[in-house]
DNA sequence: CCCCCAATCTTGTCGGTGACAAGATGAGAG
DNA sequence: CTCTCATCTTGTCACCGACAAGATTGGGGG
């Protein structure tokens, strides 16, 4: 077995990925993970320190995809609430672990920094769509709460079965009930 | 010290849910549980088997609160939503174990009972804020991920600061949102 | 070219945890 | 009064996270 890994940290982190979204972030263990990944259960310390070091840097690279996903979406603040959501499906143990500060430093410099990019896409994204003013602000919060809230409820099952097996699809008609149908604000 | 505490369950579920309040699900020690209670560390499983069971009984629980409040809230379906997001803020423990399945035994019968009889008061107030049809799904979904998200959110403490510090007094206008103020639905 | 140093990974250990097994206790039925 | 059984305790095992100390190796300075 080769001392050195090569990109152990990178390998870690997959591994963490894959294992969150076998079991959930709870049953994640620092030992099986470096058995997966073939080193020592005491190699994962090294590259994060403890538990809520990995998990801190599970949380910067979704914060950074994150951004990067509602970035790519464009201006159509529908489309950027279904980006969201493809997001949160996609990218189901990122997600997870993003919105539970008590499992990891959310104050971590890294980790403000990259959760304030992505939420400064958000916030651009509502003004356009809505205007400036105090309504903005609301309306990002509501267009946040919706999508949030659904992702999160498909995630844990919650929803009911007829909805189908594509979450964007469902969703589609949903986000377009905020704001009506482009009749109610929205002037694109 | 008593072999027979009296009421010994009821005195794991209390503590359990301050100490979920304290620190999250994932913290929860079964022994620590029995030490707050002053018990022996293997008592938690003579009543519920094991840490699932545990979290299964507070799931049921959380579920008859939730229909309860629901329930109270009366007719009006913006209220609903409301209670809804004060049920999960007043019971963090209870909301933020209930929509995590891989926690404990979701299939449970009296887990299936409790939640649906919960989802059927969230329905009947859809349909009868929307009328009868296939709106009335998507208006139920839409509302229901939109508080769910919003309490999500809040819990989490993801929420920008300056929406204050009563969550249903912020939330009360992003709810007027979905569905306009009246003019837009809701016929009462 | 070689050696040394520092980053990387391993081995060993400790206290804490969940699950299980076996035993002690006492409340209530008869 | 005694038996019975639900309730709780004691004891144990494997696993986990964190820490300490040591082994290995690649790369840069001599």
């Excluded at 007829?162 to 109610?184: C, I, K, S, T, Y």
């Amino acid at each position: 077995m080769a001392y050195h890994h090569g990109d152990l940290r990178r390998a870690l982190l997959d591994a963490a990925v894959e294992m969150i979204e076998e079991s959930g972030p709870a049953a994640l263990s620092l030992r099986e993970l470096a058995r997966r990944a073939g080193v020592s259960h005491a190699a994962p310390a090294h590259h994060f320190g403890d538990k809520q070091g990995l998990l801190t840097a599970l949380v910067v690279q979704g914060f950074e995809l994150l951004g990067q996903a509602l970035t790519e979406a464009g201006e159509d603040f529908h489309e950027a609430g279904l980006a969201y959501l493809r997001f949160a499906v996609d990218h189901r143990a990122h997600f997870e672990v993003m919105f539970r500060p008590e499992l990891y430093r959310a104050e971590a410099p890294e980790v403000l920094a990259a959760s304030a990019r992505a939420s400064e896409v958000l916030d651009h994204g509502a003004r356009a769509a809505v205007g400036a003013g105090q309504d903005a602000e609301m309306a990002g919060i509501a267009a946040w709460s919706l999508v949030h809230g659904f992702a999160s409820l498909w995630i844990s099952g919650a929803l009911p079965s007829r909805v189908g097996e594509d979450p964007v699809a469902a969703a589609r008609p949903v986000v377009h009930m905020l704001f009506g149908r482009g009749e109610n604000g929205v002037p694109r």
